[in-house]
């Protein structure tokens, strides 16, 4: 996990969620996703998935919390 401030509007992979939370492969996030135990990409594309650091960052305060509702 890195203590370096990241822009709320920053664009995330599913590689660099895995980094922050020490995960060692980004197939976590994305087994996540698919499994809807996570908010959706900000943004879809063909080959790519991107948060918004904002998305992720509130999603890990209480991620608990969020699954309970939406869900």
Do not use: C, Q
């Not at 664009?11 to 995960?23: E, K």
């Not at 698919?34 to 080959?47: F, L, N, R, S, V």
């Amino acid at each position: 996990m890195t203590d370096t401030p990241i822009s709320p509007e920053y664009l995330l992979s599913a590689r660099d969620i895995a980094n922050i939370l020490g995960l060692k492969s980004e197939n976590t996030v994305r087994k996540w996703y698919y499994a809807k135990t996570m908010p959706e990409p900000d943004i879809k594309g063909h080959k790519f998935l991107r948060w918004r650091a904002t998305t992720i960052s509130e999603f890990l305060k209480d991620p608990e919390s969020w699954r309970a509702k939406n869900l």
